[in-house]
């Protein structure tokens, strides 16, 4: 019988699923987790506190207990977020609050019943109108602490549209807050470039075309130039996360 877990993190100890390590330049690897805190995170979380980031780990382990998205999606889309809000040169507590509220963005997915969040065809438009209360059920659980109400608003924010299309509140333009402009790209990214049940994975090269097409009206197009100002190290990470991984263990 084939495991599903390969060695540990060497640097966490934590069971590395099969295909789901990055291994660095000098041979090692490590989980997708601790790549992220090493190469990314430096200087962010010494902002934040102690028992905010015990809180923010523990949100996190509801979301992927809730929905059983493909691989670390959270992790991931935090470290686009990430990559492309320094090309827009976010720093200090602006940077804190977009990493809470990229890691936190899909809290509000724990209030959508199994039989729409997990359900695995089209969704009907009852079944769309109820998937599309999650950002302000988010912002409901989130946005009653004080330290989290700025993340709050990203993940009350993150499906407008720059066109005033999105929603829940139809927010248009530099009305949503910059945090949730960023964090669209990023999303996007992840969802074209991963395989999915419904869709088979797109080239990045493909996706940023895509997302350049919709600078304007569905993406700000500054935050858009900024993504093609990273591309290099976007595209760099992206690669690193498909893997064709170690041996499984017996």
């Known amino acids: 019988m084939t495991s599903t877990h390969i060695y540990s993190c060497p640097n966490c100890g934590r069971p590395i699923e099969a295909d789901r ?12 987790h601790c790549y992220f805190n090493d190469t990314y995170l430096e200087g962010v979380v010494h902002f934040i506190d102690t028992a905010y980031l015990v809180t923010l780990e523990a949100f996190v382990n509801a ?7 493909v691989g670390n999606h959270s992790l991931r889309v935090t470290e686009y977020s990430l990559i492309i809000a320094n090309a827009c040169e976010v720093r200090g507590r602006d940077l804190v609050d977009l990493y809470c509220g990229a890691l936190l ?43 989290f109400a ?29 945090g949730a402009r960023v964090f669209a790209v990023a999303d996007v990214l992840d969802a074209m470039t991963v395989k999915r049940s419904y869709h088979e994975a797109r080239s990045f090269e493909e996706v940023l075309e895509e997302i350049t097409k919709a600078a304007g009206t569905i993406y700000d197009p500054t935050v858009v130039q900024a993504a093609f100002k990273a591309s290099d190290e976007l595209k760099e990470y992206i690669g690193r996360i498909v893997f064709n991984g170690m041996d499984l263990q017996a």
């Open 21 to 32: 390590y990055v291994m660095r330049p000098d041979g090692s690897f490590r989980c997708e």
């Open 63 to 69: 979301i992927d207990a809730r929905e059983h998205e």
């Open 105 to 147: 963005h899909d809290i509000g997915k724990i209030g959508i019943p199994d039989a729409i969040l997990l359900k695995p065809g089209p969704l009907d438009a009852e079944e769309q109108k109820i998937m599309h209360t999650h950002p302000e059920i988010g912002f409901r659980i989130i946005g009653h602490i004080g330290y």
């Open 150 to 178: 700025r993340a709050a608003e990203i993940i009350r924010s993150h499906h407008e549209h720059f066109d005033g299309s999105g929603y829940p509140r139809g927010l248009k333009g530099d009305a949503i807050p910059h």
